[in-house]
């Protein structure tokens, strides 16, 4: 039988609970307060600061399971392993136990408890680094023997250095490998001479698994553990981060000794189930059972395989972007969304499925138990997949004419900026097509025609948007606090299902997007348009107050909410114990602090936005 990856994760943070750890959620995909990178790629990105040093709420042993996108994996989709989202499995140390338990921990967890063969583990440490006085690890190797002997097996190690002399060195009969700073030496800015100073890092220990398949040798002479010919895949790494880089480009030790464990769910499911095909694993493997119904394709035909896989990892990543937040857009991290999604939508017309064919159902069901935001939005993530297929099959067909037309020879930059702003192609598509055709698209001349795109774009934003309001006068204020007011008037009269989809403020009017699929009828427009004025008659107060994330949800305030409880948030309520409460939101503010500065509120028009999206233009008289 083969293991869900559901059982992966919930044995791996139970194993870790009963040693002490507590569980922390997910944080959300999109960092916060980390201008260093767009997405979280990996658990220890959220959790920088409590290695640093600083407390955390929840103890010096933690457990999770942290939500990962790798946006620079996009175009590896396709063989059997690479996906742009993945789930990092961790388990961290703040200062506390080091190398004697995580080793024999995680060696226990991967053979006792999800039972692989240890003759199938491969591992590697690191060969320490004199230019920087870094030491060998030999305490790890010494643990590593131990643990292997326990199960029968003689473990040798051998010293490799480079990937490079692996490949002429080979496997030497060993099982502990160690590699140079490129290979066993961990920092979020890689090998120590490329870390600025004050950034973390350490030597780490990696895990492989051996499939047993034949060493290819387009790959290298020889096989070794970090081989890349799919004989091994690795399944995790311990990071022991005890240094800390220091102004004179040398080491200091870190205040604590901390470590951080991560192993990908999917990888390490795959390895349980010995099977190399990550895409086998039931949560994918459902959206690919669910892609065979609908199309006449087979997933084992190599011909329609890799858009197989390209549909199922793109809608997933998609999906999960979205539930934070993360709409398709040609700006910043919404241009992911879009990509995944666009060019998920052409591989589901190369398996002649077409028009419609976007399932994220699948996905939800076997999701929404650990991430329970995934139930919560389905409707709204559905929307969101539809309007985007709406918005691209617009262009699609003309744009597939327009590429047959240009690229009767190499595709200009200037060809793929059109392909991109008129029909709306992300340019893996159009490098994608390119390729089909054997012909080359000049990368470099379309990339500095999206920067200065995107430059204009950010300008015109920063000046209709500053701090969320295009201005900040009084007037505008008050219609911050009108948009709150409107939103749990709508909620009151239309419905709970109300969410805010945007809003647009001037001195002189307010717009209000929200979440709904039908026109308002009159008399509801009228109910709304009274209770704000009741509202604001009652002169109710505004009140600002800051709370970590969980307890802002238990109070009931709505708001676009990541997945980390321990933020601390803004909460601006309306009204107070006395009066009673009647809208608490997120929201950074800023707004008046009383309703009874607001006037008459008047709505001038509601129409449709998109499906599913309503705008109410109104005005405060
Ligand atoms: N920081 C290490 C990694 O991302 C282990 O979590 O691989």
Redesign the pocket.
């Known amino acids: 039988m083969s293991l869900k990856l559901q059982e992966v994760r919930e044995k791996y943070i139970s194993f870790f609970k009963k040693r002490g750890h507590s569980l922390i959620p997910s944080a959300s995909l999109l960092p916060e307060n980390d201008p260093t990178t767009l997405f979280t790629g ?3 990105q959220p959790l920088i600061p409590y290695l640093l040093g600083e407390t955390h709420p929840k103890g010096r042993r933690l457990v999770n399971s942290q939500k990962s996108f790798r946006a620079e994996d996009i175009d590896e989709v396709g063989d059997n392993r690479h996906t742009t989202f993945f789930e ?1 499995l ?1 388990n961290w140390s703040l200062g506390d136990y080091f190398k004697d338990e995580q080793l024999p921990w995680v060696f226990e967890f991967l053979t006792d408890e999800i039972k692989i063969d240890p003759k199938r583990l491969y591992v590697t440490v690191f060969a320490g680094d004199e230019k920087n006085s870094l030491p060998k690890d030999t305490e790890s190797v010494d643990l590593w023997k131990d643990l292997f002997k326990k199960k029968g097996i003689e473990a040798e190690d051998v010293f490799i250095g480079t990937e490079e002399e692996g490949s002429k060195k080979g496997m030497q009969g060993g099982r502990i490998f160690y590699y140079s700073t490129a290979k066993n030496w ?1 920092s979020r800015s890689g090998v120590p001479e490329s870390m600025p100073s004050g950034e973390p890092g350490g030597p780490d220990s990696e895990i492989f698994y051996d499939f047993g398949t034949e060493h290819d040798s387009k790959y290298g002479e020889h096989c070794h553990p970090n081989c890349d010919c799919g004989r091994f895949m690795e399944i995790g ?1 311990s ?1 022991f981060m005890e240094y800390v880089k220091n102004e004179n480009s040398g080491f200091d030790v870190l205040y604590q000794k901390n470590v ?3 192993g990908g769910l999917e990888r390490i499911t795959a390895a349980a189930n010995h099977d190399s095909d990550v895409f086998k694993i039931d949560a994918l493997r459902v959206v690919i059972d669910k892609l065979e119904q609908s199309s006449d394709k087979k997933y084992e035909d190599p011909q329609y395989q890799k858009s197989f896989r390209i549909v199922a990892d793109h809608m997933r990543a998609a999906l999960f972007l979205i539930a934070d937040g993360v709409s398709p857009s040609n700006t910043e991290q919404g241009y992911f969304s879009r990509r995944l999604i666009r060019r998920a939508i052409r591989h589901l017309d190369i398996l002649g499925i077409g028009d419609g064919g976007i399932c994220i159902e699948p996905i939800i069901s076997s999701y929404s138990s650990h991430y329970d935001n995934l139930s919560r939005k389905s409707e709204e993530i559905r929307v969101i997949f539809k309007e985007e297929e709406e918005k691209f099959r617009k262009t699609l067909s003309s744009g597939l004419k327009e590429f047959d037309k240009i690229s009767s020879a190499n595709i200009s930059g200037e060809h793929a900026f059109v392909l991109f702003s008129t029909y709306g192609f992300p340019i893996d598509m159009t490098l994608e097509l390119a390729d089909e055709k054997g012909i080359v698209v000049d990368i470099d001349g379309f990339n500095t025609a999206f920067k200065e795109h995107q430059e204009k774009s950010r300008i015109g934003a920063e000046k209709k948007f500053k701090g969320g309001l295009a201005d900040t006068s009084e007037m505008s204020i008050k219609y911050h606090t009108a948009t709150h007011l409107l939103g749990a008037a709508l909620r009151e009269v239309v419905g709970d299902s109300v969410m805010q989809k945007g809003s647009n403020i001037t001195s002189e009017r307010m717009r209000f997007d929200f979440s709904h699929n039908s026109k308002l009828t009159d008399e509801e427009k009228t109910e709304v348009e009274k209770i704000v004025n009741d509202k604001i008659r009652e002169g109710l107060p505004v009140v600002c107050s800051e709370m970590p994330l969980d307890v802002a949800r238990e109070k009931g305030a709505i708001g676009v909410f990541g997945d980390k409880y321990s933020d601390v948030v803004k909460v601006y309520s309306i009204g107070d114990e006395k009066t009673g409460i009647f809208s608490m939101e997120l929201c950074g503010g800023p707004h008046v602090t009383n309703t009874n500065t607001l006037g008459n509120f008047k709505i001038l028009k509601e129409e449709a936005v998109s499906q599913g999206v309503r705008r109410i233009k109104a005005v405060l008289e």
């Open positions: 990996s658990g220890m990092m961790g961990w790494n990071v951080d464990f991560g």
